[in-house]
Every structure is written in C-alpha cells, then in structure tokens.
C-alpha cells in the first residue's frame, strides 16, 4: 500500500502538469531544448557529470549494492521489488522533467522562492497545483509512504539478521517458541525504531 501509494502520487502531479504544460511530449521537447535530455554521451571524462559510461558503472554498482545484496529486497520478493522500482524511477524521472519543463523560464532556485534544489518538486506541488484541494496532501502521503517503506524494511532487515546471525544460538534464546521470538525480533526491530 506504501509503494502504491508513493507511486500514485508522484504519478498524479506528473499527468497534472503535464497536461498543464500541453502534453508529455511539449515536457520532452522543453527538456530537450534545455540540454536535460542526453543518451549515449561517450565521453569519457571522470570530469563531465553524466556520461553514458558514469551512469552505467554507477548504475551497476548500485544494483548490485542496492538490490543484489540488500536484505531489506530479499522481505519485498526481489523480482517484484525490480520492477517496480524501474516504474518508480521512470515516474521520478519524468516529474523532474516536468518540474523543469514548468520553471524553464524562472529557476525558483536563483529567485529565492526555494533554499535547495530537492525542494523543487514540493514547491511545485504547491505553486502549480494549490488550486487542487487536497492534491499536497496526497503528494505528501506518497512521500512520507516512501520513507515509512524503507525505514520499515531495514528495521526488519536488521532485527531479522540480529535475530538469526546472534541471538537464535545462544542458551538463552535457543528455547524460546516462536511466538516468542518473535516477540523478541519486534522489540529489537522497535530499538532501531527509537534509535
């Protein structure tokens, strides 16, 4: 319901301005005009930002870092976690691209109406889009779902490893029934919580 949730939201603010800035395809060309959208730059300079090469040797690590070896993907059943996080990213993608396309002519950055740059997306949520009642609800839900997501699998992930790598064997550990371990897993998933 998290992931649905951030999805649909994020997804809804895209279709929105979208349709506000004339199609998907008036973004693409804003974007385009604007030097935002690049494939298959080749240069390979460890300097220049993004090249093919730095997005795939990033990307790679990344995957296997991120989802190869993440324990936290392992509880979400990875093939479905893989493809969803591509959706997730294509629609992160494409609502930088919008939030682009919509402030192509007035950077709120460099006219002080936002401090930092990953505040792009929420002022534009509110500038462009106030007139909608409660559309910055349901965008902040769909991002606070987002945080509530991973923070609530990498409790578990770690209260499971701790369970099993440390505490299962010991003499004391070793006799309790399962629902006591439960119990025992949920109490130090909650330290983490308070940590």
């Known amino acids: 319901m998290q992931t649905l949730l951030m999805f649909l939201g994020v997804l809804v603010v895209v279709i929105i301005c979208c349709v506000d800035l004339g199609g998907l395809g008036n973004v693409w060309r804003i ?7 690049e494939f298959f730059n080749l240069d390979s300079s460890p300097f220049v930002r993004h090249t093919f090469w730095s997005t795939f040797v990033l990307g790679f690590y990344m995957m296997v870092g991120d989802i190869g070896l993440n324990q936290a993907v392992y509880q979400r059943l990875s093939i479905f976690f893989l493809v969803g996080i591509y959706c997730l990213w294509t629609v992160f993608f ?4 919008v939030a682009f396309a919509t402030y192509s002519t007035c950077d709120p950055l460099t006219s002080g109406k936002i401090t930092k740059p990953d505040q792009i997306l929420p002022f534009l949520v509110t500038d462009k889009l106030s007139h909608l009642t409660g559309l910055a609800g349901v965008f902040v839900s769909a991002v606070y779902g987002g945080v509530l997501s991973s923070l609530s699998s990498t409790g578990n992930s770690l209260a499971c490893i701790i369970w099993e790598d440390f505490l299962k064997h010991r003499p004391y550990f070793s006799g309790l029934s399962s629902k006591s371990a439960t119990n025992v897993v949920k109490i130090i998933c909650k330290c983490f919580y308070l940590c």
């Open 31 to 37: 974007a385009n005009e604007g030097n935002r959208i």
């Open 94 to 97: 494409l609502s930088g691209l």
